[in-house]
């Protein structure tokens, strides 16, 4: 890593960058508050009619399939063409990969597309749209067989993409080189949607750094940090996420430098 995390905080907070969200309907309103208690700009456009419009503002776009319909997905396609003619970083959250043969389909539509510049999901997502064999329970990861590193690297060699794995400890790959960012809070997995804010915090980095392997590995230290200081006060799932988002917003570099867990596989 070439620069500290909260480098790249500071720029988002300074530069508020636009981030054009396709998502999940059982989240949506978590990724907006996301985005904005880091700094960012939030957008959440769904119609077919306006978002290559909405793409001409962004800074980044954040495609999740985690509630799909078809028309959603074609939103998705457009959207992400708009944004490749324009090079701004697409990524695409494989929520629910895995789970069902339509979302499997619909999955590599989009990633056959040719316009998706970061991967994210959990162990059994990314092993399902590598090409390995694996059952995701809804949207909650389920069993893996094989090497998690080295499924994630040569799915980011054939895609040409950025590779973001989450879990206990989150992994980032481009194909050649893997971190791992081992911040983050148990907690985490009792609170819905915060696996799609993750993939709304990366987002919003991506946004200021062209280099999107260390916007990945920064945005998930960043987010598991504050997991992290959320936990230390919370009474359960409720008043963590309420923490959680304070403690973003209040996130410092002392804080980081001290508490921030990247290192390379």
Same mark, same amino acid.
């Given at each position: 890593?070439?620069?500290?995390?909260?480098?790249?905080?500071?720029?988002?907070?300074?530069?508020?960058?636009?981030?054009?969200?396709? =998502?999940?309907?059982?989240? #949506?309103?978590?990724?907006?508050?996301? +985005?904005?208690?880091?700094?960012?700009?939030?957008?959440?456009?769904?119609?077919?009619?306006?978002?290559?419009?909405?793409?001409?503002?962004?800074?980044?776009?954040?495609?999740?399939?985690?509630?799909?319909?078809?028309?959603? $997905?074609?939103?998705?396609?457009?959207?992400?063409?708009? !944004?490749?003619?324009?090079?701004?970083? +697409?990524?695409?959250?494989?929520?629910?990969?895995?789970?069902t043969s339509?979302?499997? %389909?619909?999955?590599?539509?989009?990633?056959? &597309?040719? =316009? #998706?510049?970061?991967?994210?999901?959990?162990?059994?997502? #990314? /092993?399902?749209? &590598?090409?390995?064999?694996?059952? =995701?329970?809804? $949207?909650?990861?389920?069993?893996?067989?094989?090497?998690?590193?080295?499924?994630?690297?040569?799915?980011?060699?054939?895609?040409?993409?950025?590779?973001?794995?989450?879990? %206990?400890?989150?992994?980032?790959?481009?194909?050649?080189? =893997?971190?791992?960012?081992?911040?983050g809070h148990?907690?985490?997995?009792?609170?819905?949607?915060?696996?799609?804010?993750?993939?709304?915090?990366?987002? !919003?980095?991506?946004?200021?750094?062209?280099?999107?392997?260390? /916007?990945?590995?920064?945005?998930? /230290?960043?987010?598991?940090?504050?997991?992290?200081?959320?936990?230390?006060?919370?009474?359960?799932?409720?008043?963590?996420?309420a923490r959680?988002?304070?403690?973003?917003?209040?996130?410092?570099?002392?804080?980081?430098?001290?508490?921030?867990?990247?290192?390379? +596989?």
């Amino acid at each position: 890593m070439t620069a500290a995390p909260y480098d790249l905080l500071d720029r988002v907070r300074r530069q508020k960058p636009v981030v054009h969200h396709i =998502t999940n309907w059982v989240s #949506i309103y978590d990724c907006a508050q996301v +985005v904005k208690s880091i700094g960012g700009s939030p957008v959440m456009a769904h119609a077919r009619e306006e978002v290559a419009d909405m793409v001409q503002i962004a800074s980044a776009v954040v495609l999740n399939i985690g509630t799909l319909t078809e028309g959603l $997905v074609e939103s998705m396609k457009i959207a992400s063409a708009a !944004a490749r003619k324009r090079g701004l970083p +697409v990524l695409l959250d494989v929520c629910g990969a895995g789970a069902t043969s339509f979302r499997n %389909q619909k999955s590599f539509e989009l990633l056959d &597309s040719g =316009t #998706i510049s970061i991967i994210k999901g959990n162990v059994s997502e #990314i /092993a399902r749209v &590598s090409g390995a064999s694996a059952r =995701t329970k809804g $949207v909650d990861a389920g069993e893996v067989e094989g090497d998690l590193a080295h499924l994630a690297e040569k799915l980011a060699r054939e895609r040409a993409v950025t590779v973001v794995v989450t879990g %206990q400890v989150d992994l980032v790959t481009d194909g050649g080189t =893997t971190w791992r960012v081992a911040n983050g809070h148990s907690m985490m997995t009792h609170v819905v949607g915060t696996g799609c804010m993750a993939a709304s915090v990366i987002g !919003a980095f991506a946004a200021v750094e062209p280099a999107l392997p260390l /916007a990945a590995a920064s945005a998930l /230290a960043c987010y598991g940090v504050a997991a992290e200081l959320a936990a230390e006060t919370s009474a359960g799932p409720a008043t963590f996420k309420a923490r959680l988002l304070d403690a973003l917003y209040a996130l410092d570099a002392g804080t980081l430098a001290r508490r921030q867990k990247i290192s390379v +596989v």
